[in-house]
């Protein structure tokens, strides 16, 4: 049974681009939360989707918005990017509100 | 709000020490506590979890119990290994946040042979 899956591992964009990075959950799971981890950092919740729709969402701004898909895989996209989005990015899966299991990440740099 | 802070690091450790890491919680109601480590260049691995008060969380030799009375979920182990050298963060789920996961800042752990 394959865990969560993130995709790409490593990406490398330029201030004011846009990205999209994606997951897809652990077999059974139908809730994906995404966070952001700054380096040096505990993880920092960004939102929450369940059953394609966003469920709760932490204190970011409107340039993160995300995505999720009938067979419950994810997208989060930032818009606009900043030196500062530079962090990586990690998926959870979970069945409902329950253990939520993360992915390996996706490491975003902006220069 | 909620919030969880745990003891700086690095902490540095011969092989077969004792560990300690210290976790106390800022949370209304009764929040579920997890202890998750990650090793170098990866996601973050469940390690245990509690989920009300005195329940006593443990896996791979690591303990960790919930104490309401003092709002901590400390982790504990009685002989570390190097293996055991990552960084270890603490989180709490409240009861009315939905699944939101809030975490301390981390300790990183090294274990020296």
């Known amino acids: 049974d394959a865990g969560v899956t993130q995709s790409p591992t490593h990406l490398i964009k330029t201030r004011g681009q846009q990205v999209t990075l994606r997951c897809s959950p652990k077999?059974?799971?139908?809730?994906v939360s995404w966070y952001q981890q700054a380096l040096g950092q505990g993880p920092q919740f960004i939102f929450q989707y369940y059953e394609e729709e966003e469920r709760q969402r932490g204190n970011f701004p409107d340039r993160f918005s995300g995505h999720q898909f009938p067979n419950y895989s994810s997208e989060l996209n930032v818009n606009a990017l900043w030196l500062g989005d530079s962090a990586l990015y990690l998926c959870?899966?979970?069945?409902?509100?329950?253990?939520?299991?993360f992915g390996p990440g996706t490491r975003l740099t902006v220069t | 709000g909620d919030s969880v802070t745990q003891m700086e690091g690095p902490v540095t450790l011969s092989e077969e020490a004792f560990l300690t890491i210290n976790c106390t919680y800022t949370?209304?109601?009764?929040?579920?506590l997890f202890w998750y480590v990650q090793y170098p260049g990866e996601g973050l691995q469940l390690l245990l979890k509690?989920?009300?008060?005195?329940d006593k969380g443990s896996n791979k030799g690591f303990e960790a119990t919930y104490r309401k009375e003092t709002t901590s979920f400390h982790l504990e182990k009685g002989s570390v290994q190097v293996s055991d050298s990552a960084v270890y963060f603490c989180a709490l789920r409240s009861y009315n946040q939905g699944g939101k996961l809030i975490f301390g800042q981390g300790t990183e752990l090294s274990v020296k042979p």
């Open positions: 949370a209304t109601g009764y929040p579920s």
């Open positions: 959870a899966s979970s069945p409902g509100q329950d253990e939520q299991y």
């Open positions: 077999s059974g799971h139908d809730t």
């Open positions: 509690a989920t009300k008060a005195d």
